[in-house]
């Protein structure tokens, strides 16, 4: 068994020793990119990059078009929430990252994008992954409790267009699958992979039904800015309540300051926040770090 090495807080993957087939880039953009009804602008898949979502962050500052897809076949750089890298070793994951210039949306319906971009990311995976995936609030995507997918949404700001200077947020929504990573290659012990759950490890088919999925949910937030007066819609909250195995679980909040607490998640509000029960009241969680004590029903949790 190879051993995993651990610098400045990156999990270097063990490289493993088969490498799996390219992901088809030319088929991935027939389906997803050609023709009247695709969702996507512009597809694009690398060989090797530092990170897909500081790369697509670059290129929404030189004007790339709403909806752009970034794929790499290997990330060097790759980032997830709270500062966590790691890499993995080449084509064993889905590595993707998509533009969203969504104009002057409400800025109150913005914490729901990481939330709907996980549940996507959990309804790809059951169509094309052959798995039982749930999620863990905010948007870490679990089989039997082991992280499969991670997500990373950054927002920064791009000229409007137009006579005047205005400015409008852009955000880039990054993902990352573990398709076929060995137990010697996960990160950490409570992460899993397709492979190891007995899913597929077809990334091309994974890789469309995740992309497909995500243009179905964001195009729905997007609609929400219509719809249901900026404000997220009783459809979308119902679905993720519905697939998130953190409501009703017993969980560990570690808060800003060096806070702990421990309580029972209650629901997910308005705004995107995990509302937790514990002995002195309820309050909502927007950032922090949360574990699942014991789930529904005695299951232990990611």
């Not at 790499?72 to 997830?80: K, L, M, N």
């Amino acid at each position: 068994m190879s051993e995993r090495r651990h610098t400045l807080g990156v999990v270097h993957a063990d490289p493993g020793i088969e490498t799996p087939p390219r992901l088809d880039a030319d088929a991935l953009r027939r389906a997803l990119v050609e023709g009247p009804d695709a969702p996507y602008s512009s597809l694009d898949v690398v060989d090797d990059i530092g990170s897909t979502n500081a790369e697509l962050i670059s290129r929404a500052a030189g004007g790339a078009p709403d909806r752009s897809v970034l794929l790499a076949e290997h990330q060097a750089s790759g980032r997830g929430r709270l500062g966590r890298v790691w890499t993995a070793p080449p084509r064993t994951q889905v590595a993707v990252s998509v533009l969203l210039r969504p104009g002057a949306i409400s800025p109150t319906l913005f914490g729901w994008l990481p939330l709907v971009t996980g549940l996507a990311v959990r309804d790809g995976l059951r169509e094309a992954g052959g798995v039982d995936a749930t999620l863990k609030w905010p948007n870490d995507v679990l089989v039997d409790g082991h992280k499969i997918a991670g997500i990373l949404a950054e927002m920064t700001t791009v000229p409007g267009g137009g006579d005047f200077p205005v400015r409008l947020p852009a955000v880039v929504v990054g993902v990352g699958i573990n398709v076929s990573l060995t137990r010697e290659q996960l990160p950490v012990s409570h992460a899993t992979s397709l492979a190891l759950a007995g899913g597929s490890g077809d990334r091309d088919s994974v890789a469309r039904a995740v992309l497909e999925a995500l243009a179905l949910r964001h195009r729905q937030w997007r609609e929400c800015e219509r719809g249901s007066g900026s404000t997220v819609s009783d459809l979308l909250m119902a679905t993720y309540t519905e697939a998130c195995s953190t409501v009703g679980a017993e969980v560990r909040v570690e808060l800003p300051g060096d806070v702990v607490r421990t309580g029972r998640a209650d629901r997910v509000d308005r705004d995107g926040r995990l509302v937790v029960v514990d002995p002195d009241g309820e309050f909502a969680v927007a950032a922090g770090d949360v574990t699942h004590v014991r789930g529904v029903g005695g299951r232990w949790g990611g």
